[in-house]
């Protein structure tokens, strides 16, 4: 969806490099979350946020951190990257409601040597 | 421990065919199920919500259904088309809000003409 948006789409690391993930929504959602999605496994929630004072865990957070700058801006770090976090990460917006529609980004797709 | 099971895995199907895809899942309380689609490369987008009381969506050639009782979802795909070919995804809710979700880890499908 182009309302929101990652960068970088692509990225090589080495192992024990901090890199950060961005992700930016002008859709006015509340509510922001990043996954990671590895070949054969589901989509697994990171962090999520659902306004800017709150940030929450979600199932697999170690090794990870996130702020929530703004409404529209919510980043994702690796503060010493490890090669198994080599995967896909997605950012995703929603708005609150009993079946709110999650609205995913492109994708990053990182490499950690 | 709330679980999303798809099937099949993946498959193969002639342009212009149709084709259901399965998704049985453990997750209790249920609140909703979802359907989405993810292209290759591109994050997942939402094809069809339904809650507890409802048992048949539609969009367009996309048609979902869902037996509470036994736990089960389908997606109907009809009269497929090259663009179809994506993986498809069902996300099981165990409560308000996006971080109760359960994700299954896809129906891979490969249209060919």
């Known amino acids: 969806d182009a309302d929101v948006t990652q960068t970088p789409r692509n990225r090589i690391t080495k192992t024990g490099k901090r890199i950060m993930l961005e992700c930016s929504q002008t859709k006015g959602h509340d509510r922001m979350y990043w996954y990671r999605q590895d070949p054969g496994l589901g989509l697994r929630l990171i962090y999520y946020?659902?306004?800017?004072?709150?940030?929450n865990k979600g199932e697999i957070s170690d090794g990870y951190s996130v702020s929530r700058q703004a409404q529209a801006k919510f980043s994702l770090s690796l503060e010493s990257a490890i090669p198994n976090q080599t995967a896909l990460y997605f950012c995703?917006?929603?708005?609150?409601?009993?079946?709110?529609?999650?609205?995913f980004g492109p994708g990053t797709r990182l490499l950690v040597l | 421990k709330n679980q999303v099971e798809q099937s099949p895995q993946s498959l193969i199907i002639l342009e212009g065919k149709n084709c259901t895809l399965q998704?049985?899942?453990?997750?209790?309380?249920?609140?909703?199920l979802r359907w989405y689609k993810q292209d290759t490369g591109r994050g997942p987008v939402s094809l069809t919500i339904?809650?507890?009381?409802?048992n048949t969506k539609s969009n367009g050639r996309y048609t979902a259904t869902l037996d509470a009782d036994t736990k089960q979802s389908s997606l109907h795909i009809t009269a497929s088309q090259l663009s179809d070919s994506a993986s498809y995804i069902c996300v099981v809710s165990s409560g308000y809000g996006n971080n109760r979700l359960a994700f299954g880890k896809g129906n891979q499908v490969v249209v060919i003409p």
């Open positions: 946020s659902f306004d800017v004072k709150d940030i």
């Open positions: 995703a917006t929603s708005e609150p409601g009993q079946a709110e529609t999650q609205y």
């Open positions: 998704c049985n899942y453990t997750v209790s309380p249920f609140s909703n």
């Open positions: 339904m809650t507890f009381s409802e």
